[in-house]
């Protein structure tokens, strides 16, 4: 079993950052995909990040957001910049196996946390 806790969702405006937290507990962390998704109002969970030992990107966020992985704290990270209003979503932080980019890869998710942005 595998723990997830996200944290550092909130309301900003157009144009910031902030950077999403997900802690994990339970199993050896380090040899996961960890992986970050969103899923907007009316909208199907997407793909939004994900990092083994290497980090993938949806291309809406590529250049924007930078996910990354402290295996001594067992903790992923989402940094976000250049937040746009369609980045409006509840975010995820999920562990699995893979494929890095699909939502069947991952067993384990977290309970969301939740990012506004304000135009």
């Known amino acids: 079993q595998v723990q997830l806790v996200e944290s550092g969702g909130g309301l900003v405006q157009a144009g910031d950052s902030l950077r999403l937290s997900c802690a994990a507990s339970?199993?050896?962390?380090?040899?996961?995909?960890m992986g970050w998704f969103r899923q907007a109002p009316g909208k199907e969970r997407e793909f939004v990040a994900a990092i083994t030992w290497t980090s993938y990107y949806a291309d809406s966020v590529k250049g924007r957001f930078t996910i990354s992985r402290d295996n001594a704290k067992n903790t992923v990270y989402l940094e976000m910049t250049s937040l746009k209003p369609e980045d409006t979503a509840v975010y995820y932080c999920?562990?699995?196996?893979?494929?890095?980019?699909?939502?069947?890869?991952?067993?384990?998710w977290g309970q969301g946390t939740q990012v506004t942005v304000s135009s």
């Open positions: 999920a562990a699995g196996v893979g494929p890095a980019s699909t939502v069947r890869g991952y067993a384990y």
């Open positions: 339970g199993r050896t962390f380090s040899s996961v995909c």
